[in-house]
């Protein structure tokens, strides 16, 4: 949520310059692909993504649901397992290779939180317990200096009576204080980088609110980077300093959290961005973009988006669009933005809202004052 400490504006754009190397971020991801090996197909997951996060900041990471946004998480945490695999790409953390079966090198430096906080905890241990043991797996800490610091823990992530609490199992703790338990076990790693997956989505919304309060104290005080998944635009909006979008396994738009909001620059993120309550011209429905995530099973030859698209022209069916630049800070990968591929320009801006469901209710309401 705040502003990113690494001003990366005055760097100079390099010449192919969509690939960091050799930068100092905290974590590089480059040309990551995950697939699944099914009985019928391979499903390609994460298709050829490559983004960076840097110290401190809050990288959220958005899509609709089955386009990639969990497989990447765990893909980060060498979380993949049969029938999945990593089968190629680079992820560094402090420029450590961790593809290859590294990842205890950097075991407790990246911790992750789950949509469900009742799946992360063990129902037969009280909550410090559990507190205590990754202490002492991930710092070292045992008797009185593990029960202190899972006092400070629990007190650090907003949950009174701390030094009770400690003592609870989790079903004595309600759903919005589980997640904050769940949280203050994944920072007893002493994490560098917190990957929350949908950490709000099972929880009601004034709860929400206080998690991802919560979130944005925490990484002020322990500079925490954090990786942020969910499907809300309204919840990228609140938390991220940038946003990648994701579509169909791939990363199909990615910039500063203000452009991305203020200059949306590929189809698919306007639709997302149309979708938010408040953004659209009032109506009784919400625009949504028809039809659903494709699962990709095939390297690409075309656009994911297209069948989609309220912009698409016929290149879109024949020609696979790379990210390119453009902005400084900003890609998208779409064929509107190469300008080999000469589209019809009626296609384009005004028909935005072409395809974007519910969009013409949103005009008909004008139809009311006769
Ligand atoms: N264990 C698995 N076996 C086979 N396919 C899988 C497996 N896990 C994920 N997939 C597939 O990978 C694709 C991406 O899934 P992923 O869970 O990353 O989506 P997501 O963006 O996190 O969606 P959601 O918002 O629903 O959580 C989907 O097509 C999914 O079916
Ligand atoms: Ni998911």
């Known amino acids: ?21 050799g930068g100092d971020a905290l974590l590089e991801v480059e040309g990551l692909t995950t697939v699944f090996h099914t009985d019928k197909e391979t499903i390609r997951a994460v298709d050829d993504v490559s983004f960076a996060v840097e110290e401190g900041e809050t990288l959220g990471i958005v899509g609709e649901s089955g386009s990639g946004k969990s497989v990447t ?31 205890d090198t950097h075991r407790g430096d990246v911790s992750i939180v789950f949509q469900d906080p009742s799946n992360s905890l063990n129902p037969v241990y009280t909550v410090g317990n559990q507190i205590r043991e990754t202490l002492r797996i991930h710092q070292g800490l045992t008797g009185a200096a593990a029960r202190e ?4 823990l629990l007190e650090s992530v907003g949950i009174p009576d701390a030094r009770r609490r400690v003592t609870e199992y989790p079903h004595q703790f ?17 994490p560098d980088l917190l990957v929350c997956d949908e950490p709000t989505t099972a929880l009601d919304v004034t709860i929400q609110a206080q998690i991802l309060e919560l979130l ?58 149309a979708s938010i309550p408040g953004r659209t011209v009032s109506g009784d429905r919400l625009p949504t973009i028809g039809g659903e995530v494709p699962t990709p099973t095939t390297e690409p030859t075309d656009c994911r988006f297209a069948d989609r698209c309220p912009e698409a022209f016929d290149a879109c069916e024949r020609v696979h669009p790379e990210p390119v630049r453009v902005g400084p800070d900003h890609t998208a990968a779409c064929l509107l933005h190469e300008e080999a591929y000469d589209h019809d320009p009626d296609a384009g801006a005004p028909g935005a809202e072409r395809g974007v469901d519910g969009a013409d209710d949103a005009v008909a309401d004008g139809g009311d004052r006769e």
């Not at 949520?1 to 190397?21: F, H, K, Q, S, Y």
């Not at 998480?73 to 190629?88: H, K, M, V, Y």
Request: charged share 25%; proline share 6%; glycine share 10%.
């Open 73 to 103: 998480a765990r893909s980060i945490l060498g979380l993949i397992d049969s029938p999945g695999t990593i089968e190629s790409g680079s992820i560094r953390f402090r420029g450590n290779e961790l593809t290859g079966g590294n990842w």
């Open 1 to 21: 949520m705040r502003p990113n400490p690494v001003d990366g504006a005055d760097e100079p754009p390099t010449g192919d310059g969509l690939r960091t190397d």
């Open 174 to 190: 309600s759903g919005g204080m589980k997640q904050r338990a769940v949280i203050a076990v994944a920072l007893a790693c002493d």
């Open 216 to 273: 944005d104290e925490l990484q002020e005080e322990e500079d925490l980077a954090i990786v942020f998944i969910t499907h809300d635009m309204g919840v990228i909006e609140e938390t991220a300093d940038r946003v990648n979008v994701m579509y169909a396994g791939e990363m199909v738009e990615s910039a500063p959290v203000e452009e991305l909001f203020d200059s949306p620059q590929h189809p698919y993120t306007r639709g997302l961005l």
């Open 149 to 152: 610091e899972a006092v400070r």
